[in-house]
C-alpha cells in the first residue's frame, strides 16, 4: 500500500523567501502524485499534479513540484512567498487505480510572516 | 457553477445522537467520497461511492453509514454520534474514479460530538 510522508508539520518563511515543502511517498506501481492547499475553513483545492510525462510540473499560483523517481520524492516549490500563500498544504499518492486509492499526507502549515 | 455543496456547516451534538450530513455535486462526476481531517493526521477515507449504486468502506468506516441517493448526492450517516467523531468531514467527488484525476472537494462540514 502506498503511502505520503511531509517533512514539518509546520514551515515559516519570510515574504520574498523561497518556500520549499517536503513530500515522500512509497508505491509500488508508478505514482500517481498530487499537491492539494487548504486555506482555513475551505475544502482542499488542486494546486498541481504529475501523471506522467514531464518530471517538472507547474501548477497554479507560481508553484512547482518535481517529481524524483529516484528519491520518492515530490517536493514543492515557490520562488517568492506571498503573504497569501499561508495555508495548509497536503501531499497526496494514487496508484495505477481507483480513487478509493487517494492516500494523503499529514499536511504541512505554511507561515509567511512580514 | 457550484461544485462540490455539503450541508450543514457546522453542528453540535451529544453523544448518543444521530444525524446526516449531506453532499451534493454539480459536476456530473460518478465518483463520491467522504473524508474526515483531524489534527496531524490528513485526511482519512470514511467511505466512496464509484459509481451510482455502489458503496465501499474506506480506512475508517466504523460508526458510520452512506447513501448513494442518486448520481449527484452521497449522504453520511452518525448513528449514535461519539466524541471520537468529532472531527471535519469532507465530501469530494471525480470524474470517473480514476486516479489520474482530482478530486473536487466541498468546503466541510465542522462536527462537534459533546
Known amino acids: 500500500a502506498q503511502s505520503v510522508t511531509q517533512l514539518g508539520s509546520h514551515v515559516s518563511v519570510s515574504e520574498g523567501a523561497l518556500v520549499l515543502l517536503r513530500c515522500n511517498y512509497s508505491?509500488?506501481?508508478?505514482?500517481?502524485l498530487f499537491w492539494y492547499v487548504q486555506y482555513p475553513n475551505q475544502g482542499l483545492q488542486l494546486l498541481l499534479k504529475?501523471?506522467?510525462?514531464?518530471?517538472l510540473v507547474k501548477g497554479i499560483n507560481g508553484f512547482e513540484a518535481e517529481f524524483k523517481k529516484s528519491e520518492t520524492s515530490f517536493h514543492l516549490t515557490k520562488p517568492s512567498a506571498h503573504m497569501s500563500d499561508a495555508a495548509e498544504y497536503f501531499c497526496?499518492?494514487?496508484?495505477?487505480?481507483?480513487?478509493?486509492?487517494?492516500?494523503f499526507g499529514p499536511g504541512t502549515r505554511l507561515s509567511v510572516l512580514p | 457553477n457550484a461544485g462540490v455543496t455539503q450541508t450543514p456547516k457546522f453542528q453540535v451534538l451529544k453523544t448518543g445522537q444521530s444525524m446526516t450530513l449531506q453532499c451534493a455535486q454539480d459536476?456530473?462526476?460518478?465518483?463520491m467520497y467522504w473524508y474526515r481531517q483531524d489534527p496531524g493526521m490528513g485526511l482519512r477515507l470514511i467511505y466512496y461511492?464509484?459509481?451510482?449504486?455502489?458503496?465501499d468502506k474506506g480506512e475508517v468506516p466504523n460508526g458510520y453509514n452512506v447513501s448513494r441517493l442518486n448520481k449527484r448526492e452521497f449522504s453520511l450517516r452518525l448513528e449514535s454520534a461519539a466524541p471520537s467523531q468529532t472531527s471535519v468531514y469532507f465530501c469530494?467527488?471525480?470524474?470517473?474514479?480514476?486516479?489520474?484525476?482530482?478530486?473536487?472537494f466541498g468546503d466541510g462540514t465542522r462536527l462537534s460530538i459533546l
Open positions: 469530494a467527488s471525480d470524474l470517473q474514479g480514476n486516479s489520474n484525476q482530482p478530486q473536487h
Open positions: 504529475y501523471t506522467t510525462g514531464a518530471t
Open positions: 461511492s464509484a459509481s451510482e449504486g455502489t458503496t
Open positions: 508505491s509500488s506501481v508508478p505514482p500517481y
Open positions: 459536476m456530473n462526476h460518478n465518483s
Open positions: 497526496a499518492v494514487s496508484e495505477n487505480n481507483y480513487g478509493q486509492n487517494f492516500v
